[in-house]
């Protein structure tokens, strides 16, 4: 099983005080810095664009995912690349042309990550994932942070553990985002994720972003 990390979702976190947060998160053994990006089209929020991630960057040097939960996201990869992310996360549903956009974005030096909807079957990935580096799967309907976990889901986790183990490329890393917490983790865990992303559960306890950390890492 491949090592367990975690990439805190800052949708989550106090945005009056993000580069505090960024630190803090960051010191306190955190992965990935999860970066969901929403337009209001693909999904009913919009959160934020390439300034504030370009802002964010000086604060830590722990790699950043960039999880574009947009429309046309093919427009947006050179600014995000430009920006500081280190992996950029498509959705399957979003794009018309996964290849191209895959292509795009390794242009840039970038990792490739995919994600699916619930309701997206495992399957739809299946011509690409040789050609990607992170497979995240949504636990929760893409848009609110705070939902709670979907465990309809975990047969999917299984079914993407196996394309992946199956598949040319066994590196690629296997996340789940939605509803993550200190019980939930075990479940996906035990399902075959090895990125755990998680929010409200890491940042609702100011002081002890370490703690939870660790928690999750050890479920």
């Known amino acids: 099983m491949p090592q367990i990390k975690i990439a805190p979702s800052i949708l989550s976190c106090d945005f009056a005080n993000l580069a505090e947060e960024i630190k803090s998160v960051s010191q306190s053994g955190a992965d990935y810095i999860h970066i969901d ?3 209001g089209h693909f999904v009913p929020n919009i959160t934020l ?3 504030i991630v370009k802002s964010m960057r000086s604060y830590t040097s722990v790699p ?9 996201a093919e427009k947006y990869i050179k600014l995000f690349a430009e920006a500081g992310a280190d992996i950029i996360t498509f959705h399957i ?14 242009s840039f030096g970038k990792k490739v990550g995919v994600s699916l909807k619930p309701n997206t079957a495992a ?12 497979v995240l799967l949504m636990t ?3 848009g609110f942070g705070g939902q709670s976990f979907m465990e309809s889901q975990l047969p999917k986790i299984r079914d993407l553990r196996s394309m992946i183990n199956n598949s040319k490329n066994t590196n690629i890393e296997l996340a789940v985002d939605g509803g993550i917490n200190d019980h939930t983790a075990k479940l996906v865990i035990d399902a075959g994720a090895n990125v755990l992303v998680a929010g409200a559960y890491i940042f609702a306890d100011k002081g002890q972003y370490h703690e939870r950390i660790i928690k999750l890492r050890g479920c």
């Open 64 to 72: 950043f995912d960039v999880h574009l939960m947009i429309e046309n």
């Open 37 to 39: 990006v929403m337009d």
């Open 123 to 134: 399957e739809s990935i299946l011509g690409i994932i040789d050609l990607v580096d992170l």
């Open 49 to 51: 664009g390439p300034v």
């Open 93 to 106: 549903e979003a794009v018309n042309d996964s290849l191209e956009v895959i292509s795009l974005i390794k």
């Open 140 to 142: 929760v309907e893409p």
